[in-house]
């Protein structure tokens, strides 16, 4: 347990460093067991200690004196919906909330079939409709959508990935932003997509 929570810790550090999260944005969390270890609110991510984390059960209800971030509900609710998820990783990095700020984004198709890294990591994307953070609206529209999901777009908000591992979460999370990344360079570019039998391929090989 003390490793993962050192990699959570490790990895909030990477992504502040990074600049994937900046001020106090951005959230973070384990599950071993019935228990959510998640990142403490109004804190950043830069220098988070094990001792600083936030403890709560499958209910929501504090396990230590540290309180979580006010996002707890939808990591609870993925978490309910994914039985299989160990971790989440939200963040409001740049290009992934760039892309969930287009008017004209087409929540089937997100993002086109650039790289077949996307496919292996991220796909299928799934969108969610504007609704305040921290809001009980906002945790059931995640928790619904988690069903079909592992990877989240939060319309003029962030991304949320899951996994079953720390590391698959925080690859998936890497593995969207750069491909949010890659889009928005090429955009005003003649694309090159995946066809429809590469993605078949790719999918068969998963």
Request: glycine share 8%; hydrophobic share 40%; with cysteine.
């Amino acid at each position: 347990m003390e490793r993962m929570l050192e990699e959570l810790c490790e990895g909030a550090q990477s992504f502040y460093a990074r600049g994937y999260a900046f001020g106090s944005t951005g959230n973070l969390s384990v599950r071993i067991g019935d228990r959510v270890w998640i990142t403490p609110t109004g804190r950043p991510l830069k220098g988070l200690t094990p001792a600083e984390l936030a403890l709560i059960d499958r209910e929501g209800r504090p396990l230590n004196g540290n309180r979580p971030s006010k996002e707890f509900p939808f990591h609870l609710g993925i978490y309910r919906q994914r039985p299989e998820a160990a971790a989440i990783v939200h963040l409001h990095c740049a290009y992934s909330v760039a892309l969930s700020c287009l008017a004209a984004l087409d929540e089937t198709k997100p993002l086109p079939a650039i790289t077949p890294y996307f496919f292996m990591r991220v796909a299928p994307l799934g969108v969610v409709p504007y609704h305040r953070p921290g809001s009980s609206e906002l945790a059931q529209a995640v928790e619904q959508a988690s069903a079909r999901h592992a990877c989240l777009l939060l319309r003029n908000h962030g991304l949320i990935t899951s996994g079953a591992a720390w590391t698959e979460a925080v690859d998936r999370a890497e593995e969207l932003e750069e491909t949010a990344k890659l889009y928005f360079l090429l955009r005003n570019e003649s694309l090159r997509e995946l066809t429809a039998e590469e993605i078949q391929e790719i999918r068969r090989s998963g």
